[in-house]
């Protein structure tokens, strides 16, 4: 119904622009609002309601008279009689937004967060994407469009760039999964050899949750730690121009150095930044902490034999 009242007969040739993928946003906005005035009405059964017999199709028919009247006389007025341009509105909001949200400390706060709620249990990526991937669709979208015309790509934070800051996974565990297969701990090697695989393939729940890294300090702070010196390092390699920012979208369950190569536009220097990433600083982060929670994981196993 959002779609319909967007290409309302009255529209002007500047928001006949809004009926492409740039009119989604508003889309999505308009199609959350209609399905909860439908609620509205639903609960408090203020719909036309038909005679037991009378099949289930047809009644829910006349059940969607009244919100559907209610939602389509509204749009009218709010575009029409109060020249409210909603879409237009948005993307006033949404260009005010985008390069605040894209800042680096922004971006810094953004992916420690993410890194904290994966400590507590909770899934970091998919809450701050809640919120930040309009953000990050938006940046991918102008630095290909910037390319297309022949232009540098400008925009840092993108889902893609999130790639040299959990390359391996959220906390870069990869170097961590490698320490846990060469334990001392007979259960640790199981993890590590569980983890080290799909970490290649930037899946590491089975390191996140057999380590465990959740409600762990241990390990838990090098995991917050490392995110946050990965998103300082991987933000200020790109501005500065050492790598192209990234404009490509690529399956994220490439191993990261392919994946960064071929979402920076084949950019060589990409491949450098994300070993580091994936390596070198998690590699040197994560040794102490995994001596730390091994010796603590066998003396946990000898008391336990002990027993």
Known sequence: MSLIFVASPGLTGGEVQYLDATGLFTAIVRAVICVEVFNFF?????????????????AAAFAALIPGA?????????????????AGGLFVVISKVVPVASTYV??????TLHAFLWTLGIHGDMTIGIALEPIWNTNLAANAQAVADGLKPMAIYTSQFRSFVVPGGSGATLPLAFYFTRSKSERLRKVGWLGIWPGIFNINEPITFGAPVIFNPVLAIPFIVITFINTTVAYLATSAGLVRATY??????????????????????????????????????WFPAFKAWEKEVLLKEEAAVKK
């Open 42 to 58: 639903t609960k408090r059964g203020i719909t036309i309601k038909m005679p037991d017999g009378v099949p289930p199709a047809i």
């Open 70 to 86: 209610v939602l389509a006389i509204g749009w009218w007025i709010i575009r029409h009689m109060l020249g409210f341009d909603l």
């Open 106 to 111: 922004a971006t810094a706060l953004a992916e």
């Open 248 to 285: 490509i979208a690529a399956p994220w369950t490439l191993p990261s150095p392919l994946l960064m190569f071929i979402e920076t536009g084949y950019d060589w220097r990409a491949i450098i930044l994300v070993l580091l990433t994936e390596f070198v600083i998690p590699g040197i982060i």
